[in-house]
């Protein structure tokens, strides 16, 4: 079985990959399980520039959805 990162260890590669503090909140919320439309709806702001801050984590991170939605973060 792979051991999934801490949490703190996760962060730590978030800011290493120079996301911003919008994109590092939208990043936690993913890992927490909100859908786009709750992102946009809590942090009052359009599901296009939600889907934006996704598009731009992932290039920076070079990762799919897939493997950001897998880890968990409280």
Known sequence: ???RPKQSDFMQAL???ALTK??????????QGFTNREI???LYISLATVKTHI???YSKL???AGMLSE???S
Not at 22 to 31: D, P, S
């Open 62 to 64: 070079g990762i799919n």
């Open 40 to 42: 946009s709806a809590k």
């Open 1 to 3: 079985e792979v051991e």
């Open 22 to 31: 919008r994109e590092l909140v939208v990043a936690k919320m993913i890992g």
């Open 71 to 73: 880890w968990r973060l």
């Open 55 to 57: 598009n731009r984590i």
């Open 15 to 17: 800011r290493d990959y």
